[in-house]
């Protein structure tokens, strides 16, 4: 990809990318009981299988350190995830732009978001891929809202940030997320 704010570090695999994932939410975070609401017997189950439509151990995977997170992020699109879609894009679309996605007001009052914005990690991953030429990220949805809110209110953001980027691949990114583990909507 070519993005001046992405310098390459090294190649990786899915399973190294995902181990960020795994680090930053894993089994002990508050999404190991939302994925047992929805039949899944561990957390892991759950975000491998909420990810699988985008086929993420077919793509070829690098990661990067973002160099300006407040001038990249905003850039970045949102994932097509169901319930994304349904309380926060709205007519943005499917994969809206991270800028226009903090303009929402369901985001301009999310208190997970604003904690966020204002204390943000010293240095962590997010997971994205190409798609249609830009970076739309799979994994850390809340920490791109909230590095786009503060850009776009002007904040400082002092962090390192790096990007696990999955290559392009042909096809939609319909159907990421929002289903029980039995295949009815979550």
Do not use: C
Not at 161 to 177: H, K
């Amino acid at each position: 990809m070519n993005n001046p704010n992405l310098i390459f570090v090294r190649d990786l695999t899915w399973e190294e990318a995902f181990d960020f994932w795994r680090e930053s939410e894993g089994e002990n975070s508050k999404w190991a009981p939302h994925a047992r609401e929805r039949g899944f017997g561990s957390w892991e189950e759950w975000r491998r299988t909420m990810v699988a439509p985008a086929r993420p151990a077919e793509r070829h995977w690098q990661l990067h350190r973002v160099t300006e997170p407040l001038v990249a992020v905003p850039t970045f699109r949102g994932a097509p995830f169901r319930s994304w879609i349904q309380n926060i894009y709205g007519d943005l679309g499917s994969t809206p732009a991270f800028a226009d996605i903090v303009r929402r007001p369901e985001i301009l009052k999310h208190e997970g978001v604003r904690a966020l914005a204002g204390d943000f990690p010293r240095r962590t991953t997010i997971i994205g891929i190409e798609h249609s030429g830009d970076v739309v990220i799979i994994e850390g949805m809340h920490r791109s809202a909230a590095l786009a809110l503060a850009a776009a209110e002007g904040q400082s953001v002092e962090t390192e940030l790096y990007l696990a980027l999955g290559s392009e691949l042909p096809g939609d990114l319909a159907g990421l997320g929002g289903r029980r583990k039995d295949g009815t909507p979550a």
